[in-house]
């Protein structure tokens, strides 16, 4: 698999929280790139900055020092509307829980970004989507009346619809048994195969880590490895490594 | 369990700090009333003990007649009594006192109007013993052409010491030489009343007294107790005539102020009431919502072996904490409020001496009382609800999203609205066997009664309604719009609540506008009735009874007018009770003024005799060509044959009679109304003209047509509406404090909700749309509730009303305008809560524990 583009980048990236003695360097000067129509795994222990370099790379929160690309535009010189346009039209999530608005049903909360933006979804990709994740029936139903798989099935129909220059994950599969997990994460890596989109996505599961297509580490706010072709044995392999 | 509180507390102080300044504001308008009307009472107290200095007896006319009317016109005490009065043993001295209606001319040379009270004219009696009046500046009037005015008055119209003052009594202003400024004991004027002060002999030529006088003012002979000297005086004095100790007529007086005081002090506690009322529902409400969004806490209380009791405790004792700050701040408020109030008391033309605001303890002990109960009567329910939250719940996640049943809603509701309704009209409808509750406490009972059973139902229908106001939402506002009128209907209950408070104050606005509307519209309809002259000519403001009647005698030979009626005004007793009479010039007045005649005719009125009001009639069992027994103060028991029953509104008396049999039996001749048909082809505005080079030279009178009487009574009407709705305005303000509050709290819980949204592109300005509207449907809820609620009271209340001749008329127009107006503060409720919201912190909201 080559590398056609870059989807995101960061570049010397810098995240401090706090100050004086309880300072923390979440991200210390990290450099990494996304390529485009990939499925790209973080892993790292607790407190590695994954979380951080997602939540920056998606305009969710700002750098200290450095810079963060999504394609060209950097987010650094964007002030809060810019940002939340990009949100809005580049940018798909996928959030760990507490994906969809209770108010809105399952095809509202698909279609959730375009009627913020104000545009017609292009039903046809819509319907391609809800036909993939298998959800056709459930379309009327309220998040409380759906289960926690169905949820983050929709949550990740919702990130596709609006088809988004790129899609950040927190731990999609995290609050979910492990067949719901699967169906959830083969679902994402169907999209990136066959439907051509990009995924980053943080995790902690080995097992989640290996339906990407690559593996990037991080540990105290740094890159420290990479992997291509995963599987969940040759990741946990590494994570030893890496510990040792 | 007491730290765990304080601790509880703390962490929720921002939520509570709008639900204290809701009891803070209704602690403070009972505070405020009381230490206002407080220090004003000690203030007329001072003021009228100062008034009688120097006099113990006073012989006055016996004033039989009470009537709401303010004022009455006794007869006078000839000179006579005075010689009389002055040879009785043990009094020192004696003197004639007068008083009357004045009005004095500014610098202009317009009517001064005074922004309360009338101005009177006096006499200032030759004595050097210590008076009502205490001297300030210049010198007391000695001779005629002088006066001497209060030094309120004088300052208020830049008048000094030497300047020539015009006076209108009834006639054209006449001028007198400033020589004195003058005091009211302490006070430079008499609760807001001004004075101009005259010589004996000049208060009786520009009173048309002759040699009477109104009162005589005694002093006694040292030793000699007041109480004795009236017993001797009382059997020499003529009928009518009474003698009284001055103490009496001091208390008499003051305790008459202190009346008005109380009526005063009664109108700002309904309203302060309404306030508190409305403010139950926001503390409820909001300690609803925190216990909701403790459960968990609770719960946790609850697992660690707290009991049931130790929780609704908690909850209880958190209640107590913010009644007690509240009240306290209240009780500051209310000070500060008494203090406006003595503001506005002097810019009415009041005069506050240097006395601090008396803030008594029962002030402090009632608004603390009020404060603390309100908070936990209004926690109570919550405080019960927390107390069953299982200990279980600290285990669960978070909000459960069961509709649960509405049928305890419907089934509580129902009757207690139709509880409340019975209780209004049994106040409006049935005749009372019993005094101990009015008719119109009962009244005011049945609507907070109504009120609540309306909040209790009210959930039942807030999804559809919710619905219905927010259905054009979606596509007028898109996703906003239609996420707002979801939000409305997520949680009916407390948006019900929320919404019930502003209820109260739309139906109480809503009554009022209605009220206004019917009375407008009542009187439109008699004046278009019965008003059928061209121009009326009667005299400015309310202080004085009539003008001259040379006005009246030049009128009559202008060309351009074909015929005149002129009126006059006064008070008689007739059978039990007191009488206001009307003469009528008896061959042109049914021609300028319409009225339905029952029985008999005009015909014969002019000689002795009276026609009446059906109504008092039927009550006395007379018919026409009966006899009825009429008390006059001047010619005493009259028999009078009855020649004609009538009945029409746009007529106070119940009596109307001859200007001739007026003349027999009233001493004062002066003319109430001039009524007025023009010749044919006359103009309005030429009459007027015509009309007015005759009064332009009594600026006390003025011309009206029957716009401009429909106009004076719209002005009357809207003053009253606008004072009430200033009022009101306080309960609709805490109102939207509970808007406010309550859109704050659903925020707090939907944090996590509104960063998902922020997170995937909702503009911070979407966000502020999505809850500016969800409280614009909150509001417009509330109001249509109220509005219906209003219309239903406003119906009733006209109903019962209906006997006197109230048309009930709805002014859809102006309910239209509230329910806007209502739209529009709920946009103004929303402000703070949507900034909040459209600044929460997205990645906060969005990473989980």
């Not at chain 2, 006499?123 to 013993?129: G, L, M």
């Amino acid at each position: 698999m080559t590398r056609t583009e870059i989807a995101a980048r960061a570049a010397g990236a810098v995240k401090v929280y706090g100050e004086g003695d309880a300072q923390v360097r979440a991200l210390n000067g990290i450099d990494v790139e996304f390529g485009s129509r990939e499925f790209t795994a973080i892993m790292g222990p607790s407190g590695s900055g994954k979380s951080t370099l997602l939540h920056c790379l998606a305009g969710l929160d700002s750098l200290t020092d450095g810079h963060v690309y999504l394609g060209d535009t950097d987010l650094g010189s964007l002030d809060d509307d810019e940002l939340t346009r990009l949100r809005r039209d580049q940018v798909g999530f996928v959030f760990q829980a507490y994906n969809l608005v209770p108010t809105l049903n399952a095809l509202e909360n698909i279609t959730l970004p375009m009627a913020i933006a104000g545009r017609k979804p292009d039903q046809t990709w819509v319907d391609e989507i809800i036909d993939t994740i298998g959800i056709r029936d459930r379309l009327q139903h309220r998040p409380t009346e759906l289960s926690g798989g169905e949820q983050q099935r929709v949550a990740a129909a919702r990130a596709l619809a609006s088809r988004p220059d790129i899609i950040f994950a927190d731990e999609p599969s995290g609050n979910l048994d492990s067949t719901s997990g699967a169906e959830l994460l083969g679902f994402m890596k169907e999209a990136v195969q066959q439907l051509g989109q990009t995924i980053v996505m943080v995790t902690h599961d080995p097992a989640a880590a290996g339906y990407a297509d690559r593996v990037v580490f991080l540990a105290d706010g740094v890159v420290v490895g990479e992997m291509l072709e995963p599987t969940r044995e040759r990741i946990l392999d590494h994570i030893k490594l890496l510990e040792a | 369990m007491w730290r765990a509180t304080v601790k509880g507390l703390l962490g929720h102080k921002l939520r509570l700090a709008l639900t204290v300044l809701a009891i803070t504001i209704g602690v403070g308008f009972v505070a405020g009333s009381f230490v206002f009307t407080d220090t004003l009472g000690s203030v007329f107290d001072d003021l009228f003990s100062g008034t009688t200095a120097g006099i113990d007896v006073t012989i006055r006319p016996i004033i039989e007649t009470e009537t709401d009317f303010g004022f009455s016109l006794p007869e006078k005490i000839p000179a006579a009594v005075l010689d009389d009065v002055r040879a009785v043993e043990g009094v020192e001295e004696a003197t004639g006192a007068l008083f009357w209606f004045v009005q004095l001319l500014d610098q202009n040379g317009e009517i001064a109007r005074t922004n309360g009270p009338p101005t009177f004219g006096a006499s200032w009696a030759d004595t050097n013993r210590p008076g009502a009046f205490s001297l300030r500046e210049g010198a007391r009037p000695t001779a005629d052409g002088q006066v001497a005015l209060d030094r309120k008055t004088a300052e208020r119209l830049g008048f000094e010491v030497g300047d020539t003052v015009q006076i209108v009594i009834f006639g054209p202003p006449e001028s007198f030489k400033l020589v004195g400024l003058a005091g009211f004991g302490e006070a430079d004027n008499l609760g807001g009343a001004g004075f101009a002060l005259f010589d004996i002999p000049t208060a009786q030529r520009v009173f048309n007294s002759g040699r009477a006088f109104d009162t005589i003012d005694i002093a006694a002979t040292p030793g000699v107790a007041p109480e004795t000297l009236v017993e001797r005086l009382q059997p020499m004095l003529p009928d009518q005539v009474e003698a009284v100790t001055a103490q009496s007529v001091a208390e008499e007086q003051a305790a008459a102020l202190k009346e008005g005081l109380g009526f005063f002090n009664t109108f700002l506690l309904v309203f302060a009431g309404i306030a508190l009322f409305v403010g139950t529902f926001i503390i409820q409400n909001t300690f609803r919502i925190i216990v909701a969004q403790r459960t968990r806490e609770l719960a946790l209380f609850r697992a660690l072996g707290a009991t049931s009791r130790q929780v609704t405790g908690m909850v209880l004792t958190e209640a107590a904490i913010v009644g007690v700050v509240s009240s306290g701040l209240g009780l500051l408020f209310g000070i500060g409020l008494a203090n406006v109030l003595a503001v506005a008391y002097e810019f009415f033309g009041g005069d506050l001496p240097e006395a601090a605001l008396e803030v008594r303890l029962r002030t402090v002990l009632v608004a603390l009382a009020v404060g603390v109960i309100v908070t936990l009567v209004s926690a109570l329910l919550p405080a019960r609800k927390a107390a069953s939250v299982p200990p279980v719940a600290a285990m669960r996640d978070v909000e459960s999203t069961t509709r649960r049943s509405m049928r305890t809603r419907v089934v509580a509701g129902v009757p207690i609205s139709a509880f409340g309704i019975a209780l209004g009209v049994i106040g409006l409808f049935v005749e009372l066997p019993f005094e101990w509750i009015s008719p119109i406490a009962l009244v005011g009972a049945g609507a907070a009664v109504v009120f609540i059973g309306v909040a209790v139902i009210s959930p039942v229908f807030t999804r559809p309604i919710a619905g219905i106001i927010g259905a054009p939402f979606p596509r007028l506002l898109a996703l906003p719009g239609s996420l707002a009128r979801e939000n409305s209907m997520r949680k009916p209950r407390r948006t019900a609540a929320t919404a019930a408070a502003l209820m109260i104050g739309l139906a109480l606005v809503s009554l009022a506008t209605i009220l206004a509307a019917s009375f407008r519209g009542t009187v439109r309809e008699v004046i278009d009735e019965s008003f059928r002259a061209d121009l009326v000519v009667s005299e400015v403001g309310f202080g004085g009874i009539g003008f001259s009647t040379s006005i009246a005698e030049a009128l009559a030979d202008l060309p351009e007018i074909d015929r005149l009626a002129r009126t006059r005004f006064g008070q008689a007793s007739l059978g039990e009770g007191p009488a206001f009479v009307s003469a009528v010039q008896t061959d042109t007045f049914l021609d300028l003024f319409a009225i339905d005649l029952i029985d008999g005719g005009f015909e014969t009125l002019s000689s002795p005799s009276v026609a009446l009001r059906t109504s008092r009639a039927e009550t006395l069992g007379v018919a026409v060509g009966d006899t009825v027994t009429i008390t006059f103060a001047r010619t005493g028991t009259q028999q009078l044959p009855v020649v004609a029953i009538w009945d029409g509104q746009g007529i106070q008396a119940s009596v109307l009679m001859s200007i001739e049999t007026f003349e027999t039996n009233f001493s004062e001749q002066l003319d109430a109304q001039v009524l007025i048909a023009l010749q044919d082809g006359i103009s309005i505005e030429s009459g007027r003209a015509a009309v007015e080079s005759i009064t332009d030279a009594f600026p006390n009178v003025q011309i009206q047509d029957q716009a401009d009487f429909k106009a004076q009574t719209e002005s009357q009407i809207n003053l009253i509406l606008s004072l009430i709705f200033v009022m009101l305005l306080l309960s609709v303000l805490i109102a939207l404090l509970g808007i406010t509050n309550t859109l704050s709290l659903s925020i707090i819980e939907r944090t996590r909700e509104i960063g998902l949204l922020r997170a995937v592109g909702m503009s911070r300005k979407q966000v502020r749309r999505m809850i500016r509207w969800e409280s614009v449907i909150i509001s417009v809820f509330g109001a249509v509730l109220g509005i219906c609620l209003g219309i239903l009271f406003g119906w009733a209340v006209v109903r019962a009303l209906s006997e006197q001749g109230l048309l009930f008329v709805l002014p859809g127009g102006q309910l239209i305008g509230a329910l806007f107006a209502a739209g529009v503060a709920g946009v103004v409720a929303a402000v703070l809560p949507a900034w909040r919201a459209s600044r929460l912190n997205v990645l906060n909201a969005i990473s989980y524990e």
